[in-house]
């Protein structure tokens, strides 16, 4: 009995929760700085929390939706969320009361690299990824 716990998705389901960050981070940069919730939170932690979201998205769906080896998911995810945060500082330019902030890029990137360590991490130390992501692997076929 052979079983493929990580089967593919088509590019549109496995590419949907990255939309889905994507558009969220895009709403909330988008509100003036009186707008935003008052939320107990560091600036730069809350880059972190929301850039690792959002690799981790995309992590997903390269790895569910593609045929790329690992090390491309990586490579692609990093810079993919990098490119995403640049672009999102670039567009808090243009909300009044916001400003870019270099040290945002920083963290957005430090999510990035997190979130991707600890997926490699945690990727080593089990069999199956804890979301069945890695396909690298064949299915173990065993005869009775």
Request: with cysteine; charged share 15%; hydrophobic share 45%.
């Amino acid at each position: 009995m052979s079983t493929n716990l990580a089967r593919p998705l088509s590019p549109a389901r496995a590419f949907t929760p990255a939309v889905i960050v994507m558009a969220t981070l895009f709403y909330s940069s988008s509100m003036e700085a009186d707008q935003l919730p008052g939320v107990e939170i560091s600036d730069k932690l809350a880059h972190l929390i929301a850039y690792g979201l959002l690799t981790f998205t995309w992590l997903y769906g390269f790895a569910r939706g593609t045929r790329l080896s690992m090390p491309a998911v990586y490579t692609l995810s990093l810079v993919l969320s990098g490119l995403y945060g640049v672009s999102d500082e670039y567009h808090q330019s243009f909300v009044p009361g916001r400003d870019t902030s270099g040290l945002d890029i920083v963290a957005n990137l430090a999510g990035a690299l997190l979130c991707i360590s600890l997926y490699i991490a945690l990727h080593k130390r089990t069999y199956f990824s804890f979301l069945n992501l890695r396909r690298d692997r064949p299915a173990v076929k065993t005869e009775t």
